[in-house]
Every structure is written in structure tokens, then in C-alpha cells.
């Protein structure tokens, strides 16, 4: 493996620029831990042949479940952090739906201390927006944010109290805070397992309306125009939410949405005979909906394309579906599965990078992102094209397997990833 302060340089490359929204040959060289030149290069130190491989920019993935504390047993920062390296991901933007939540400037320290010294790859930490993510009494924001704190959030636990949720927003606008909300109607979502229609019907399972998330994001877009504060969806799942992302935007509102890559590359007849691996939050939907979900964020409607890594264990899948956990493991999953994009003809490589690598940089206030000169060196050499059946025993990293696309066909595999100009991962890689 390289030390950062070597200086590499990297020839005869496929580039993936999200910035540009380039797809070009050339090369690149490091050094120092940061990018020292694009394109035309002088073959300076080690010099890596990659035979017209893809480089493009580190994946920064926003909305990573890790579970320190209180859930080691599923996914520790040093097994992330192994997934994330092999997975091409950089950057990992954890959750704080952790036991006990992150909702202290206490807490923030411990785990920005156990993640820096155990993971390969960058982690930044989100903080709970309330305490406990109860929904009842603001966090102390302004001291988590001098902790480190990128963003305030309580994940799928939705903030029902308007009164307790305008004032998380406004102090939040008055520090410049990000906040990142779960578009979902906490009443009408409560006990489902599935999205409600014929397939539902069929199985027996409890639905809910794709119609919960639209009342949702409403709800909170009228909190955002009356408090003027900054605002990410995690998840934009629905074809009828969809024009009222649009309007916010164009109405000049701060506010962005996320997708999983689940709900990009799945539907909801995945779920077939009650396989609780298929089992998310929100749930899969329809193929309309995955469909105008998928051209959305190729649009750059929907901004962020992320993994929503749930590592959940053996014990709390394997239960009736309705009884059982729901969430995936997604971090090594992300890049091959996002090439179902690519291959399909939906987004081309820059625009998914833009999505993966760019946009997610931009909205937390993050260098990454870019292949440009002065730039971190947080890199993933790829080949798009190379197929695999994945197994989830012997090549997932993470301590939980619980994938959808176990057994699965897929293409795309990195063959090396770079954190600061070290590498962290790729056996693969070769000197010219």
C-alpha cells in the first residue's frame, strides 16, 4: 500500500469528471495527498498503467449506519471502513441512529475518535436533531456543530411536533446547519411493511401509500418556507413527489433530495416470496416509480445517490417479513449497482459520479468530489464493464450480509481506492 506523500501518477485513463461532466482519456498525478495535475501529465513517480480503466473521484456517501456504539455486533467503523475501501466509497457520512443516539457533543467525540482510528477511509458524523431522536426537545446544535457535527438529522424517527420542529429549524438557519429529514407521514407509515396496491394485497402484507411520503415532504416544505433553513430529503422514493421537489426548486428554496441505490435499481416485486433481505424504509416501489425516480436524479431533479447502509443481523431477518428488521447493507454494493444505470442507457458515469461523488461533497461543505488540481486524492480506479455474481459470505466486508443482490449477476468492480493518495485498497493495481 502507498504512504500519502508518495507521488503517483496514473496513465493511460478512462477520466470520469462529474465537475465537467467528462468522460476523457488522459491522466492524472498525486502527490502529497492531494491532486497535482489533470490530464497531460509528466510521468512523475510511481506510474500506474490503467489500461483505460475508469478513475473518477471517491464515492461520499451521506447516510451510513455504523453501529458504535451499542451495536458493534452489526457493523463496527474498522468493518465499515474495510466495505467502504472495497466498495470504492472515500468518504462515509454516518447516521446517528445509534444506541444511544448521537445527541451530544460527548458522544460526537467518542466516535469521531474510535472512527479516525480505525477505518481506512474518511468518516464524518452526523448529530441527532433532537434528543434521543425523541422528537421533543432540540439538541444543542451550535455545540455539535464546533464538535464536527455536518448535519442534524433523526433519520426515519420523523419530527411530528410542528411547533418542536420550527424551532429545530429555525436555530439551525440562524448557524448555517444543515438538516436532513425523512419524507414520510409517521401516521400513515406506522406498521407497514410494503407499499400498499395489488402486490400488497396478494401477499397480505400492510401497505402504505406512496401518497405518506408526498403529505410528508409537504409538511416539511412549509416548515423550510416559513423558517428559511437548509434542507436535504434523504430519501425521494415516489413519482408523485416529484413535481413538488420540482416547484421547491424553482422556487428558490435551499433544499435537495437523496435516493438509495435500492430504490433506483429495485421494485417492489423483488420482495417475491416475503425475502426480508428486500425489506427497507421506506419500501420498494413500484416500477413507475423506480422508473421516474431513476430519470429524476439522471435530470439532476433529485441530487444525491447514496447506499443507506442498514447492516442488520442474521437473527432479525430471518422473521416473518412483517416482524422483520428492515434495511440493507449497501456500501460495497453501491458503485456495481449503480452500473445498472449506466448499462441501461438511464445516466452515464460522470452523472452518476456527479450524484455519488460531487453533489454529496458540495452539500456537507466537503473538498472531495472533483478530479481537479488541489482536490484530496480520494480516488477509485474501476473497470465498469467486469461481471461477478456476488456472494455475500465471502466477498462482502461488512460484519452483517444482509445484501438484496446476494446471488446476483452484476458488473462493475473497483480495483483500487486512494484516501489522501494512499491506497486502501486493490491488489489488482500494477505499476507500468
Not at 504512504?3 to 485513463?13: G, H, L, Q, V
Not at 451499542?70 to 470504492?88: D, N, P
Not at 415532504?217 to 430529503?233: L, S
Not at 433506483?264 to 416501489?285: H, S
Amino acid at each position: 500500500m502507498t504512504a500519502e506523500n508518495d507521488t503517483i501518477t496514473f496513465i493511460n485513463a478512462r477520466l470520469i469528471d462529474p465537475e465537467t461532466g467528462e468522460e476523457r482519456p488522459g491522466g492524472l498525478t498525486i502527490s502529497g495527498g492531494l491532486i497535482a495535475a489533470v490530464g497531460e501529465v509528466a510521468e512523475d513517480g510511481r506510474v500506474i498503467d490503467c489500461s483505460g480503466k475508469c478513475l473518477a473521484p471517491g464515492i461520499v456517501d451521506l447516510g451510513v449506519k455504523v453501529g458504535e456504539p451499542g451495536e458493534r455486533h452489526k457493523e463496527s467503523f474498522r468493518s465499515a471502513g474495510l466495505a467502504a475501501a472495497a466498495g470504492g466509497v472515500t468518504t462515509i457520512i454516518t447516521r446517528p441512529d445509534t444506541l444511544p443516539a448521537i445527541d451530544n457533543p460527548e458522544s460526537l467525540e467518542f466516535v469521531t475518535r474510535r472512527a479516525a482510528g480505525a477505518s481506512p477511509v474518511n468518516i464524518r458524523h452526523m448529530a441527532a436533531l433532537t434528543k434521543g431522536r425523541e422528537g421533543r426537545e432540540m439538541t444543542e446544535i451550535g455545540f455539535l456543530l464546533d464538535a464536527g457535527a455536518v448535519a442534524f438529522t433523526d433519520c426515519d424517527h420523523v419530527v411530528a411536533d410542528t411547533k418542536v420542529l420550527s424551532r429545530c429549524l429555525s436555530y439551525a438557519r440562524s448557524l448555517g446547519a444543515l438538516v436532513i429529514g425523512h419524507a414520510q407521514d409517521p401516521g400513515l407509515s406506522k406498521g407497514a411493511a410494503v407499499t400498499s396496491g395489488k402486490f400488497a394485497s396478494l401477499r397480505g402484507l400492510p401497505g402504505v401509500s406512496p401518497m405518506a411520503e408526498r403529505m410528508g415532504f409537504d409538511r416539511d416544505m412549509a416548515m423550510v418556507e416559513m423558517t428559511g433553513a437548509r434542507y436535504h430529503f434523504d430519501q425521494v422514493t415516489c413519482a408523485r413527489t416529484l413535481p413538488a421537489l420540482e416547484r421547491a426548486k424553482a422556487n428558490g428554496f435551499d433544499v435537495t433530495a437523496g435516493v438509495s441505490i435500492h430504490h433506483v435499481t429495485l421494485n417492489e416485486f423483488d420482495v417475491g416470496d416475503y425475502r426480508t433481505f428486500f425489506k427497507l424504509t421506506p419500501p420498494l416501489r413500484s416500477e413507475d416509480d423506480r422508473k421516474a425516480v431513476a430519470e429524476a436524479l439522471a435530470s439532476g431533479l433529485i441530487d444525491i445517490l447514496c447506499s443507506m447502509h442498514t447492516p442488520q443481523d442474521e437473527e432479525s431477518k430471518r422473521l416473518p417479513y412483517e416482524e422483520a428488521a428492515a434495511g440493507a447493507v449497501a456500501l460495497q454494493t453501491l458503485l456495481p449497482a449503480a452500473m445498472r444505470l449506466y448499462h441501461d442507457g438511464t445516466m452515464g458515469l460522470a452523472q452518476l459520479f456527479r450524484a455519488m461523488s460531487l453533489n454529496p461533497a458540495k452539500r456537507l461543505g466537503l473538498p472531495g468530489g472533483r478530479l481537479a488540481a488541489g482536490a484530496p486524492a480520494d480516488l477509485v480506479l474501476f473497470d465498469p464493464d467486469a461481471p461477478f455474481v456476488l456472494d455475500r459470505f465471502t466477498m462482502l466486508a461488512s460484519k452483517s450480509k444482509n445484501t438484496p443482490f446476494d446471488g446476483a449477476r452484476m458488473e462493475g468492480k473497483v480495483l483500487a481506492t486512494y484516501v489522501g493518495g494512499r491506497q486502501v485498497f486493490g491488489a489488482e493495481v500494477r505499476d507500468a
